[in-house]
Every structure is written in structure tokens, then in C-alpha cells.
């Protein structure tokens, strides 16, 4: 075993099921691996360590779905259609619509008033400065292309 493999899994917690990196974490809760100038995800590192390389745009995803596992039987490879299959056939997509979404700058309340404005003929440049968001941004609300009530879950 190199150097590099041992310092990776001694950082990594294997008393239960799922084998937890302990070291560095990134932003969106993943554990991340400085190798050289490089920072890597360190569930790649383990699949690496135990598999060999990962394919050109693979990802590497994990059955258990805990963002800082690294146990190799938990791994599995795919690909940007596999991995967003998995994550809604695991119920995990959430609903990222509307008020739902962190980053949303109206309310329901908001758009219901939004679209009577545009229903009474004002127009969306005026809505939109009202609102503070951008007349796309209203475009797409109008058009349901955003807000829409048929894809949001309840």
C-alpha cells in the first residue's frame, strides 16, 4: 500500500456500515482529499484506490447516499442520466420549485399577484421592477415555465 492510500484510510472511520471520511468536508457536505495542488472528492479517492481509474466522465455514486462514505461496496459507478435515475427513483430530488426553492425571491402570495398584474394588462417590464426581479424572470412565470403548480410537489 503507498503512502497516499495509507494516510487516505486512516482518516477514515469503518466501525460501521458505511466507512465515513473524517478528514476535510466540502461546502456541500462531501469529503475532500488534497493530493499535490488538486483537491478531490474523496469517494472518488476510494473507488480509485480499490477499482483503478475512473472512466472519462463517470461519476462515482454511492447506494447509500451518505455524501461522506467512502466504503468501496457502497460506490458504484455512472453517469449524469444514471445518477440524477438514482436520485429520483430513491425519492431524494425534492421539490425545487417555487417558494420551495432556497433561493426563490417571491412568495406564492407573489405570484398569484404577479399574474393577476399581468392578467389586467400591466406589463411585465412594470411587474418585474415592481417585484424586483427581471422581465424573463416574469416571462417565465406567465408562460408557467417557472412556478408552475402541475410539477411542484405537495
Same mark, same amino acid.
Given at each position: 500500500?503507498t503512502a497516499f492510500?495509507? /494516510? $487516505?484510510?486512516?482518516k477514515? *472511520?469503518?466501525s460501521?456500515?458505511?466507512?465515513l471520511?473524517t478528514?476535510?468536508?466540502?461546502? *456541500?457536505g462531501?469529503?475532500?482529499?488534497?493530493?499535490g495542488?488538486?483537491k478531490?472528492r474523496?469517494h472518488?479517492?476510494a473507488?480509485?484506490?480499490?477499482n483503478?481509474?475512473i472512466p472519462?466522465? #463517470?461519476?462515482v455514486?454511492h447506494?447509500c447516499d451518505?455524501p461522506l462514505?467512502?466504503?468501496?461496496?457502497h460506490?458504484?459507478? /455512472? *453517469?449524469?442520466? #444514471?445518477?440524477v435515475?438514482?436520485?429520483i427513483?430513491? &425519492?431524494?430530488?425534492g421539490?425545487?420549485?417555487g417558494?420551495? =426553492?432556497g433561493?426563490?425571491?417571491?412568495?406564492?402570495a407573489d !405570484?398569484?399577484e !404577479?399574474?393577476? #398584474?399581468l392578467l389586467?394588462?400591466? +406589463?411585465?417590464r412594470?411587474v418585474?421592477?415592481? $417585484? /424586483? !426581479?427581471t422581465?424573463g424572470?416574469? +416571462?417565465?412565470? &406567465?408562460?408557467h415555465r417557472t412556478w =408552475?403548480? =402541475?410539477?411542484?410537489?405537495?
Amino acid at each position: 500500500m503507498t503512502a497516499f492510500a495509507e /494516510g $487516505f484510510w486512516a482518516k477514515v *472511520n469503518k466501525s460501521g456500515e458505511c466507512w465515513l471520511w473524517t478528514g476535510t468536508r466540502t461546502t *456541500n457536505g462531501y469529503g475532500r482529499v488534497g493530493c499535490g495542488e488538486k483537491k478531490l472528492r474523496a469517494h472518488r479517492v476510494a473507488w480509485s484506490l480499490m477499482n483503478g481509474p475512473i472512466p472519462a466522465g #463517470s461519476f462515482v455514486c454511492h447506494h447509500c447516499d451518505v455524501p461522506l462514505c467512502v466504503n468501496p461496496a457502497h460506490l458504484f459507478l /455512472g *453517469n449524469a442520466k #444514471s445518477n440524477v435515475e438514482d436520485m429520483i427513483a430513491k &425519492s431524494r430530488r425534492g421539490d425545487t420549485g417555487g417558494s420551495l =426553492n432556497g433561493r426563490a425571491k417571491l412568495t406564492d402570495a407573489d !405570484v398569484e399577484e !404577479v399574474r393577476d #398584474s399581468l392578467l389586467r394588462g400591466v +406589463s411585465q417590464r412594470c411587474v418585474a421592477k415592481r $417585484f /424586483g !426581479v427581471t422581465p424573463g424572470a416574469i +416571462s417565465q412565470i &406567465s408562460t408557467h415555465r417557472t412556478w =408552475n403548480p =402541475n410539477r411542484r410537489q405537495p
